[in-house]
């Protein structure tokens, strides 16, 4: 069973700086590809970023893209996401996932394995 456990969220100004961890366990090596989601309150959640495990080959959404970088370090069995330049509109509660399917990894549906999340929080 893949465990997943985000860790680095907190409270940034805007402009600021986080780096975001998802620690994984449990089968890590049969996972496809590995993705982070947001949610914020009363919204949807939303696709940010997704990583293949073997590849390194990366994806971003519009709003993030230039501003965020996704990562694995594969010995740590670990995914990053780190965040530059925030603004208010990325306060949310951001996730990690995985899956071992192949699939774009755009959709929530297309994970097996979610994180509980970490918040983070951007003050204007």
């Known amino acids: 069973q893949v465990q997943l456990a985000e860790s680095g969220g907190g409270l940034v100004q805007a402009g600021g700086s986080l780096t975001l961890a998802c620690a994984t366990s449990?089968?890590?090596?049969?996972?496809?590809?590995m993705g982070w989601f947001r949610q914020a309150p009363g919204k949807e959640r939303e696709f940010i970023a997704t990583?293949?495990?073997?590849?390194?080959?990366?994806n971003y959404s519009d709003p993030v893209k230039g501003r965020y970088t996704i990562s694995r370090d594969n010995a740590k069995n670990t995914m990053y996401l780190e965040m530059n330049n925030l603004k208010p509109e990325d306060t949310a509660v951001y996730h990690c996932?995985?899956?071992?399917?192949?699939?774009?990894?755009?959709?929530?549906?297309?994970?097996?394995?979610w994180g509980q999340g970490t918040q983070v929080t951007v003050s204007s």
């Open positions: 996932a995985c899956t071992s399917r192949a699939v774009v990894g755009t959709r929530v549906a297309h994970y097996d394995y």
């Open positions: 449990g089968g890590i090596a049969s996972m496809a590809l």
């Open positions: 990583i293949r495990w073997d590849s390194g080959v990366t």
